[in-house]
């Protein structure tokens, strides 16, 4: 019987059949409720995530604008763990790392919008992820402004 439909009621008792239908997302209910997925502009917990991760990144943007003039030509960019410098760089790099973390934030947030109404427990996690790496970068940015 491969390949062949075979209809809910071969498989489900009579009484079990009235309670059950398809909606228009082609999800089962239990009830004759219409299951709703809520829209994703709507959720406040994933709005906020997403809020903070664009606010830490427009404050480093803001930062680095602001900082960038007083810098000298040469700027500390990375210690080691003895606090050896282990490179040197001019005052634009700051921007690479800010466009990297802006790129890795916008890929996360992507994810997560996609996968929102498929894994919503996922989507949360990486959307959480996203102000996290906001912060690491505003910390970061901060370091080595501070340092020079």
Request: proline residues 5%.
């Amino acid at each position: 019987m491969s390949g062949h439909f075979v209809p809910a009621s071969f498989y489900l008792p009579s009484a079990v059949l009235p309670c059950l239908r398809v909606t228009n997302n082609r999800q089962l209910t239990t009830d004759n409720s219409r299951q709703w997925r809520g829209s994703i502009l709507r959720n406040h917990a994933f709005l906020a995530l997403v809020g903070g991760a664009a606010v830490l990144l427009a404050a480093s943007a803001v930062y680095i604008a602001v900082s960038t003039p007083s810098l000298p030509e040469k700027i500390i960019m990375h210690f080691d763990g003895d606090q050896g410098i282990t490179r040197f760089g001019a005052p634009q790099d700051l921007w690479w790392a800010w466009g990297m973390a802006a790129a890795g934030i916008v890929i996360d947030v992507s994810l997560a919008g996609f996968l929102f109404h498929r894994d919503r427990v996922l989507s949360y996690i990486l959307a959480a992820a996203a102000p996290v790496v906001g912060l690491l970068l505003f910390i970061a940015v901060g370091t080595i402004i501070s340092v020079n």
